[in-house]
C-alpha cells in the first residue's frame, strides 16, 4: 500500500505539482485503488486553486461534493483501461481531465487526475447546459461563468507537454513506493539478520562458527529426525537440544532431560523405561518411564557416551521399533519420541574399542550438531561478557558493573577449557568480589587467568642440536596436551593443528599411550614409598 500522506514531503512531486497549477492552471489529485481522494483537506482554507473551476466549485459544500464525485468515479474506469493514462471528460462534459493511472507489477494502486482543461472551442449549447446544472445544484451561474472564461485552452504542444508532466508524477509515485518498499524489505532483513547474529533462542554468539550452528538448526527444526550434538563440557549441549524442540511440531508437547552419567545401569533403566511394582526391592508402586513422560515430546539423552552396552541395546530397540519394556513388565508399550543425544566423547573412538555400538550411533546420528568450543569463537566472547555482566548484575540489584581493560585482555586471551559455563560461573564471581567498584580489575581474576600465557615450558635444552630440541618440546606439548583433554585425542590435534592420524602416530612415537603413562606415575609413586 502506498503511503499518500509521505507525497507531501517528496520534493519532485510538489515540484511538478507547483508547475502543473502555475503553467497549465490545473490541479492535481491523488486518488488511492478505492476512488479515495488522498491530497486534498476540504478543512484547508488556505490553499489557493490555480484552476478557476476548482477555485469556485470546491470553495462550496455542493460543488465540492460534485467535483469530488466525479474524480472518484473515474476509479472504475482507470482499473479497466490497459493503457497507463488518458483523456477523460469532466463531470460538465465540456472540460476534461488527464488521468494516469499508479500500478505496480500489474497491481492497481490509484491513480492521478489532472483537472481541468479545454480542447479545441466550447460551443454555446455546451456552456449553457454547464450552467444550468450549476444552477440547478443551486450554486452561481454567473460566477460558474466567469470561471469558464479562464479556463486554459492547450495549444498541441502544450497538450503534449502537460500530459508528459502528469505521467511524470505518476511515476514519480510508483518509484517513491518502490524504495520506500526496498527499504522496509531490507530494515527487516536486517533486523532479522541481527536477531540471527547474536541469539538463537537462550544461545549467544555472532562468530562463523555459531552462524553455520544456527542456519543448521533453521533447517533441521522441522524434522523429526534423532539428532546427535557433540561439543564439550560448558558448550551448551542442553540449550541447543531446548532450540531444536522448542522449534519444532512437537514445541507445546514434553522436554524431559536425563543425564546418563547420573545413574547406573540398573536405576538407567527404571529411570527411562520403568518399572512395575515388585520388580525389585524398593519398586512399592509402578512407575512411568522417561520415555512414555515424554510421548509425543522429546527426550534428550546427556552424556549418552557414559550409557553401558546393555542399555545401549535398550535404547537401540526403542529408537528402531517405537516399544519399550518397563522393568520387571511383560507387555510391550509403544512410544512417539524424538530423541536428541548429546556427549562430550569421541563416539568413533568408543566404536573401535568397543565401548560404544556402531548400530547405535548411526541411528542417533542421522542429524550431527558439533557446538564449537568457545576458544574457537573468541569474537563471542565480548558479546557472552555483557550478557553474563548485565544478567549477573540485574540478580544482584547492582549498577551494572564494567571490566578494566587489563582484565578485559586477559578474559580475551584464556583458553577457556570450561567454555561458556566457566565465563559466566567467572562473570558471576567477579561480580560478587568486586564489591561496590564499578569497575573490575584484573586482579580479581582467577589465578588460572591471570596466569595464562606467562608459563614456560621447563626442562627442554637450548643447546645441541635443534632436532632434538624440538623432538622434546614436541613430546613435552603433546604429554600435558593429553592430561589437559583427558586424553580426548580429536580435541588435542584440532588445538595443535595436525590430523588425529599424525597425533596418534606421534603419540606412539613417543610412548605417551595413556595406559603406559599411568604405569611409569604408578611404578614411580611406588619406588618412592618403597625408598621412604
Same mark, same amino acid.
Given at each position: 500500500?502506498? &503511503?499518500?500522506? $509521505?507525497?507531501?514531503?517528496?520534493?519532485?512531486?510538489?515540484?511538478?505539482?507547483?508547475?502543473?497549477? %502555475?503553467?497549465?492552471?490545473?490541479?492535481?489529485?491523488?486518488?488511492?485503488?478505492?476512488?479515495?481522494?488522498?491530497?486534498?483537506?476540504?478543512?484547508? #482554507?488556505? #490553499?489557493?486553486?490555480?484552476?478557476?473551476?476548482?477555485?469556485?466549485?470546491?470553495?462550496?459544500?455542493?460543488?465540492?461534493?460534485?467535483?469530488?464525485?466525479?474524480?472518484?468515479?473515474?476509479?472504475?474506469?482507470?482499473?479497466?483501461?490497459?493503457?497507463?493514462?488518458?483523456?477523460?471528460? /469532466?463531470?460538465?462534459?465540456?472540460?476534461?481531465?488527464?488521468?494516469?493511472?499508479?500500478?505496480?507489477?500489474?497491481?492497481?494502486?490509484?491513480?492521478?487526475?489532472?483537472?481541468?482543461?479545454?480542447? /479545441?472551442?466550447?460551443?454555446?449549447?455546451?456552456?449553457?447546459?454547464?450552467?444550468?446544472?450549476?444552477?440547478?445544484?443551486?450554486?452561481?451561474?454567473?460566477?460558474?461563468?466567469?470561471?469558464?472564461? #479562464?479556463?486554459?485552452?492547450?495549444?498541441? *504542444?502544450?497538450?503534449?507537454?502537460?500530459?508528459?508532466?502528469?505521467?511524470?508524477?505518476?511515476?514519480?509515485?510508483?518509484? +517513491?513506493?518502490?524504495?520506500?518498499?526496498?527499504?522496509?524489505?531490507?530494515?527487516?532483513?536486517?533486523?532479522?539478520?541481527?536477531?540471527?547474529?547474536?541469539?538463537? *533462542?537462550?544461545?549467544? !554468539?555472532?562468530?562463523?562458527?555459531? %552462524?553455520?550452528?544456527?542456519?543448521?538448526?533453521?533447517?533441521?527444526?522441522?524434522?523429526?529426525?534423532?539428532?546427535?550434538?557433540?561439543?564439550?563440557? !560448558?558448550?551448551?549441549?542442553?540449550?541447543?537440544?531446548?532450540?531444536?524442540?522448542?522449534?519444532?511440531?512437537?514445541?507445546?508437547?514434553?522436554?524431559?532431560?536425563?543425564?546418563?552419567?547420573?545413574?547406573?545401569?540398573?536405576?538407567? $533403566?527404571?529411570?527411562?523405561?520403568?518399572?512395575?511394582?515388585?520388580?525389585?526391592?524398593?519398586?512399592?508402586?509402578?512407575?512411568?518411564?522417561?520415555?512414555?513422560?515424554? &510421548?509425543? !515430546?522429546?527426550?534428550?539423552?546427556?552424556?549418552?557416551?557414559?550409557?553401558?552396552?546393555?542399555?545401549?541395546?535398550?535404547?537401540?530397540?526403542?529408537?528402531?521399533?517405537?516399544?519399550?519394556?518397563?522393568?520387571?513388565?511383560?507387555?510391550?508399550?509403544?512410544?512417539?519420541?524424538?530423541?536428541?543425544?548429546?556427549? *562430550?566423547?569421541?563416539?568413533?573412538?568408543?566404536?573401535?574399542?568397543?565401548?560404544?555400538?556402531?548400530?547405535?550411533?548411526?541411528?542417533? *546420528?542421522?542429524?550431527?550438531?558439533?557446538?564449537?568450543?568457545?576458544?574457537?569463537?573468541?569474537?563471542?566472547?565480548?558479546?557472552?561478557?555483557?550478557? +553474563?555482566?548485565?544478567?549477573?548484575?540485574?540478580?544482584?540489584?547492582?549498577?551494572?558493573?564494567?571490566?578494566?581493560?587489563?582484565?578485559?585482555?586477559?578474559?580475551?586471551? +584464556?583458553?577457556?577449557?570450561?567454555?561458556?559455563?566457566?565465563?559466566?560461573?567467572?562473570?558471576?564471581?567477579?561480580?560478587?568480589?568486586?564489591?561496590?567498584?564499578?569497575?573490575?580489575?584484573?586482579?580479581?581474576?582467577?589465578?588460572?587467568?591471570?596466569?595464562?600465557?606467562?608459563?614456560?615450558?621447563?626442562?627442554?635444552?637450548?643447546?645441541?642440536?635443534?632436532?632434538?630440541?624440538?623432538?622434546?618440546?614436541?613430546?613435552?606439548?603433546?604429554?600435558?596436551?593429553?592430561?589437559?583433554?583427558?586424553?580426548?585425542?580429536?580435541?588435542?590435534?584440532?588445538?595443535?593443528?595436525?590430523?588425529?592420524?599424525?597425533?596418534?602416530?606421534?603419540?606412539?612415537?613417543?610412548?605417551?599411550?595413556?595406559?603406559?603413562?599411568?604405569?611409569?606415575? @604408578?611404578?614411580?609413586?611406588?619406588?618412592?614409598?618403597?625408598? @621412604?
Amino acid at each position: 500500500m502506498i &503511503n499518500w500522506d $509521505d507525497l507531501k514531503h517528496i520534493h519532485v512531486i510538489r515540484k511538478l505539482e507547483q508547475v502543473l497549477a %502555475q503553467w497549465f492552471h490545473t490541479e492535481i489529485f491523488f486518488v488511492d485503488e478505492k476512488g479515495t481522494v488522498r491530497n486534498y483537506d476540504p478543512l484547508d #482554507r488556505l #490553499r489557493e486553486f490555480k484552476n478557476p473551476l476548482c477555485a469556485t466549485l470546491l470553495s462550496q459544500n455542493v460543488g465540492r461534493e460534485f467535483i469530488l464525485s466525479a474524480i472518484a468515479d473515474a476509479r472504475d474506469e482507470m482499473e479497466k483501461v490497459k493503457q497507463p493514462s488518458h483523456v477523460m471528460n /469532466g463531470p460538465f462534459g465540456f472540460e476534461k481531465a488527464y488521468v494516469s493511472k499508479i500500478s505496480l507489477d500489474g497491481e492497481f494502486l490509484g491513480y492521478v487526475y489532472a483537472y481541468s482543461f479545454i480542447e /479545441g472551442t466550447v460551443s454555446e449549447a455546451a456552456r449553457k447546459q454547464a450552467r444550468k446544472e450549476c444552477e440547478d445544484m443551486g450554486l452561481d451561474g454567473e460566477s460558474f461563468e466567469l470561471a469558464v472564461g #479562464r479556463m486554459k485552452t492547450f495549444t498541441e *504542444n502544450e497538450r503534449k507537454y502537460f500530459q508528459e508532466l502528469v505521467s511524470l508524477v505518476a511515476q514519480e509515485i510508483v518509484a +517513491f513506493h518502490t524504495e520506500i518498499s526496498k527499504r522496509e524489505e531490507r530494515i527487516t532483513a536486517l533486523n532479522s539478520e541481527l536477531g540471527n547474529r547474536y541469539r538463537y *533462542n537462550s544461545m549467544i !554468539g555472532k562468530s562463523k562458527p555459531m %552462524q553455520e550452528l544456527y542456519g543448521l538448526l533453521d533447517k533441521i527444526k522441522a524434522s523429526e529426525s534423532t539428532v546427535l550434538v557433540q561439543g564439550e563440557n !560448558g558448550t551448551g549441549k542442553e540449550l541447543i537440544a531446548k532450540a531444536i524442540h522448542f522449534n519444532s511440531p512437537r514445541k507445546d508437547m514434553q522436554f524431559v532431560t536425563v543425564n546418563c552419567s547420573a545413574f547406573n545401569e540398573n536405576l538407567l $533403566d527404571s529411570e527411562l523405561f520403568g518399572h512395575v511394582k515388585g520388580s525389585f526391592t524398593g519398586a512399592v508402586k509402578d512407575k512411568k518411564g522417561l520415555f512414555e513422560v515424554a &510421548n509425543r !515430546g522429546t527426550l534428550f539423552l546427556d552424556e549418552i557416551g557414559d550409557m553401558s552396552l546393555t542399555m545401549q541395546v535398550k535404547l537401540l530397540r526403542v529408537l528402531q521399533e517405537g516399544t519399550l519394556m518397563s522393568v520387571g513388565g511383560v507387555e510391550q508399550k509403544r512410544v512417539d519420541v524424538r530423541v536428541i543425544a548429546a556427549t *562430550n566423547k569421541d563416539l568413533k573412538e568408543m566404536i573401535e574399542s568397543g565401548e560404544f555400538r556402531e548400530d547405535l550411533y548411526y541411528r542417533i *546420528n542421522v542429524i550431527n550438531v558439533h557446538v564449537p568450543a568457545l576458544r574457537d569463537r573468541k569474537e563471542d566472547i565480548p558479546v557472552l561478557l555483557d550478557h +553474563f555482566l548485565v544478567k549477573a548484575c540485574k540478580e544482584k540489584n547492582i549498577k551494572l558493573k564494567s571490566f578494566a581493560k587489563r582484565a578485559y585482555e586477559k578474559i580475551f586471551d +584464556f583458553s577457556w577449557p570450561g567454555n561458556v559455563r566457566e565465563l559466566e560461573n567467572e562473570v558471576e564471581r567477579l561480580v560478587v568480589l568486586s564489591g561496590d567498584d564499578e569497575k573490575i580489575p584484573a586482579e580479581l581474576l582467577s589465578q588460572r587467568i591471570r596466569d595464562f600465557g606467562s608459563q614456560k615450558v621447563q626442562g627442554v635444552r637450548i643447546s645441541g642440536k635443534l632436532k632434538d630440541s624440538l623432538e622434546e618440546l614436541e613430546k613435552t606439548m603433546i604429554r600435558e596436551g593429553l592430561r589437559r583433554t583427558k586424553w580426548n585425542k580429536s580435541r588435542l590435534a584440532k588445538e595443535l593443528g595436525i590430523s588425529r592420524a599424525g597425533l596418534i602416530m606421534k603419540v606412539e612415537k613417543y610412548g605417551l599411550d595413556k595406559r603406559k603413562i599411568m604405569a611409569a606415575e @604408578a611404578a614411580a609413586l611406588k619406588r618412592e614409598e618403597e625408598s @621412604a
